[in-house]
């Protein structure tokens, strides 16, 4: 119980930071008077991929980093011994820490709300919106992103499980340990470049949900409505998306 407490725990900071960086760098350009305002969508994709890196680095020895509930629900399809009673608590861990990060980019930006007259860009700092509102078109693309996301990271971690052991002080084995996060990170940048284009990428539930609710209860001058009926399509897309992922990388059987 205190080792799935200490995962738990886990995967609350690590989601936190993620979101803390990834929706800061969001605040930073779309809010008024911050000193990245404007920086466009390059800077934003870049910086969540760095996002997802620190975050994975940062609790990755002790949870395994999932921060995703579709990494999770893909872990759990595909490996047994991760055992199902652990999904949903680390989906609220997940969640939870969404929400935690998304009330740090909210103190940590807290005069510029004032100076921000779009509330559409205030909720695009917490939560991703579609640039055109096609629900099953944005169902799709979440899907699709989120299937490259899982499927990649399921073959990065594959990969580094095929690095040949020697014995004793392996190298080769804690360079391509060390590396994962890292290339984790690359591969996020890349959906946002690439198809990050039409729902703003939120392959993540946590990512999306929790920030969301924190939009939705935090005192935002000129905030409008969390845009509730927009906000299943990041919860069900990415764990579709992630399961299909995971039963083809299975299937596959590499």
Known sequence: MQELAAKLVAELIGTAILVT????VVANVLLGKTKGHGGGWIVIATAWGLAVAVAVYSVGR????????????????????????????????????????????????????RETADP??????????????????????????????????????ANAREVPSSGGLD??????????PFLVGVLVWVIGLSLGGTTGYAINPARDLGPRIAHGILPIPGKRDPDWAYGWIPVVGPLAGGAAAAFLFRWLDW
């Open 171 to 180: 190298l080769a084995r804690a360079f391509s340990a060390w590396c994962n």
């Open 62 to 113: 002790v949870s395994g980093a999932h921060l995703n509930p579709a990494v999770t629900l893909a872990v759990a399809l595909g490996e047994p011994a991760f055992g199902w009673p652990k999904v949903l608590p680390y989906m609220a861990a997940q969640i939870a820490g969404g929400f935690v990060g998304g009330v740090i980019v909210w103190l940590h930006y807290l005069p510029h709300w």
């Open 21 to 24: 960086l990834g929706d800061g």
């Open 120 to 157: 559409d860009s205030k909720l695009a700092v917490f939560a991703t919106t579609p640039a055109v509102r096609h629900l099953p078109a944005n169902l799709l693309s979440e899907v699709i992103g989120t299937f490259v996301l899982v499927f990649g990271v399921l073959a990065i971690a």
